[in-house]
């Protein structure tokens, strides 16, 4: 008690402070309500989003960061759950409930209105990051034989359960889709005009097995809101918003900058610098494992290195360059395979392309390294075998740059793997190789 | 003309393939006729856009990555660019007509008519990547005082020339933002509703000269699919729409990545190597120019290493794990700054967390490392020397991943540039020289 006393924030009653919090909170925005408090401890954000209307609580858990969402759920009674995600449109109800342990997530499920239960199911049977995933199932359609005025009709029905709808889709009896009325044109239709007459039907679907990076991409090349999600034989069963798009061109994003360097955004979140190594260390082990492999290649060429002490003092200079070099490929490679403009086709004739670029290079550094260490320490052969190995080094690693991402294409594995330090590491490995390799052939050849 | 003959594609007549190429697009979707012909020769896919229709030309236009753009407005004359600009939404048309250089944008413009020009003007004066710079200045808008009725006849008006509306804005009598009336709410609205009764006051702003990855963080926040773009008084300028938007997203990432990768997808487009050379080599230079630096180090310490030659066979373990340490930190600290979830707050705090992991990877990696070298070489002191380096070389990188991007922060450059190959080149050079230091401090003592 003294301790309290000493610190007046500790008696301070929790459930009267979170009352508190959200009366304050309740003319907000969500999405700034959970900028607000998502740092708090789960505990307390529980708390807080208890006192909130239940719709504006849907929102703003949606509106939390994954971490503090996931934590904060753990927090909520099953009861709690279903009653959220029944506000929840069917795509983020999926969300949460999905992220449950298997046995919260069937009480949930067992809590939810019927028709509710069944959208949420079929929608957790699809692939996290494909179309089916992060579609919707609620749809606003009319049938083309209907009038503008029946669909302001459906869509007036729909008002309280669809938010942002910036189309009406036209299905034929078997519920195919056939065409989009925008809202635009909805609204503007005189009285009685036919769905068929203002419709437009050629209209740009995906497909529920689509992956989630793709379906962005036809976000972004056709200008799009909204896209309908159909199933193999044409019958519409969902929408995607812009909204989810943007979500996922940043995970993707997050991705790629992750494995290039070694971390996950996630640690953020995490105060333990256990838990924080333990996202860290995987990519540090696979560095020193490669530094232990060089040395071992340094130890095996240890005759040519007592001879030539100065031959160890450019191994900075070959690991740097094959590194830089294999980068540098392997990103324009996984680049290029993802956005499929400007160079295509083959392996091959990229390899060729990389090889030009890669000679061009080579013998720009080749020849200006020769130079520099000539001039530096007086010994022309050890700078030609230097200048010679850099340019040969830069070879190698433009081609494994290139080799890489379509080698890890055909096993199945995401070629930007190949931006990662498994293949800087073994740059390093094979770049010293080759450049003792050829130091030890030149210095035994003239000694 | 033997060489044509034994080539037949070389004697078709480049006109008329343009028209007969022209006419199987005219019924395609502008983003599928752009990916179609963008990798054609700029003379080419001059032809072909000059045989489309006015409006379906300038779509396509737009469509075309920036490169081929560019290369094609070259080959265009100035009044088929004015032609262009005018079906074109403002945004659009500023961007073509900026892209141009100074004695034919001035001779586009004067081309244009009056108020189109006055709005390319306006909107150039703006920042590129500013909101000002990507918002467009066609609006629809009422005052609060008009029914909905008046709303969907201005709407009416303006379908012509603005496409993908989705809100109708309200302004009063100084067209200072006082509401938004959804596109939903206005087809729903019940005739002779007054604009007041049904539109929301609480709207989301972004001001001219906000940034554009600001504004992409206020999409992405609040879920738009448009935002008002106001002037310091609240007066109505503009608008930006999240097509726009995603464009921002790919922008800022592809940027990121080539800071990280040492190269530009811009380079796709560039067959001569010696171009594409020119963009890769300032980063290897930098490699190199690292390189030369660790050589002069280890030139400093010969003694030493001639003393104990297994010393050299370390450094790329060092310099590796310098790399990757820095690397890490670096992307955090910089992925932190952006998005100001989770670990925030001074420079300060920050090295105290970064510090507490590098800590714990130091002791994990310098203990693993330790008992490796003396297994593998049996020389324990040696053994002692590398592990011991190893964790001095952790935490410096640590601190210097953290410092750095709040130094260049400091001095106006973006902290992004961290996670390149500067920090990366600096954490070699500072990594042997630790490493380096403390071996001959050690070998000196127990020598």
Aim: hydrophobic share 50%; proline share 3%.
């Amino acid at each position: 008690m003294a301790e309290a006393a000493d610190n007046p924030r500790l008696v301070i009653d929790a459930e009267a402070a979170a009352g508190a919090i959200a009366s304050v909170l309740r003319d907000q925005h969500p999405a700034d309500v959970a900028a607000a408090i998502e740092d708090l401890p789960a505990d307390k954000l529980r708390d807080v989003l208890l006192e909130l209307p239940a719709d504006m609580s849907a929102d703003v858990l949606m509106d939390l960061d994954e971490h503090a969402r996931v934590a904060m759920l753990e927090e909520l009674p099953v009861s709690e759950i279903a009653a959220i995600a029944a506000e929840l449109p069917s795509d983020d109800a999926a969300d949460v409930i999905g992220s449950l342990g298997d046995e919260r997530r069937e009480d949930v499920l067992a809590a939810l209105a019927a028709d509710d239960r069944r959208d949420v199911e079929r929608l957790l049977a699809y692939t996290d990051e494909s179309a089916g995933g992060i579609m919707a199932s609620e749809l606003v359609f009319v049938s083309e034989d209907d009038t503008v005025d029946r669909a302001i009709d459906v869509l007036r029905a729909a008002a309280e359960e669809v938010e942002g709808v910036h189309y009406v889709y036209v299905t034929d009896a078997r519920r195919r889709l056939v065409g989009v009325v925008p809202l635009q044109a909805a609204a503007l239709a005189r009285p009685g005009t036919k769905v068929s007459d203002v419709m437009l039907t050629d209209v740009v679907t995906v497909t529920t097995g689509m992956d989630q990076e793709d379906v962005a991409e036809v976000f972004r090349k056709y200008d799009l809101v909204a896209v309908p999600v159909v199933d193999p034989s044409g019958v519409l069963i969902g929408r995607i918003t812009v909204d989810d798009i943007i979500d996922v061109i940043h995970e993707e994003a997050e991705e790629d900058i992750s494995l290039m360097a070694g971390t996950r955004e996630e640690e953020l979140h995490e105060d333990s610098a256990l838990k924080v190594s333990r996202i860290r260390l995987p990519w540090l082990v696979i560095g020193a494992l490669g530094g232990l492999g060089s040395a071992t290649v340094m130890h095996f060429f240890q005759l040519s290195l007592e001879r030539v002490l100065a031959l160890a003092f450019f191994i900075p200079v070959i690991t740097a360059m094959g590194g830089n070099v294999g980068l540098q490929t392997s990103t324009i490679i996984v680049r290029s395979m993802r956005t499929e403009h400007g160079v295509s086709g083959e392996a091959s004739k990229r390899l060729v392309r990389e090889w030009r670029i890669a000679l061009t290079n080579a013998v720009i550094l080749g020849v200006s390294v020769h130079l520099i260490v000539g001039l530096w320490l007086g010994d022309w052969r050890l700078a030609a075998v230097v200048g010679g190995s850099l340019a040969a080094v830069i070879l190698v690693a433009a081609t494994l740059g290139t080799v890489m991402p379509f080698a890890l294409k055909r096993v199945g594995v995401d070629p930007a793997v190949a931006q990662g330090p498994f293949v800087t590491t073994l740059n390093d490995i094979i770049g010293i190789l080759v450049y003792l390799g050829l130091a030890s052939a030149f210095i035994e050849r003239l000694a």
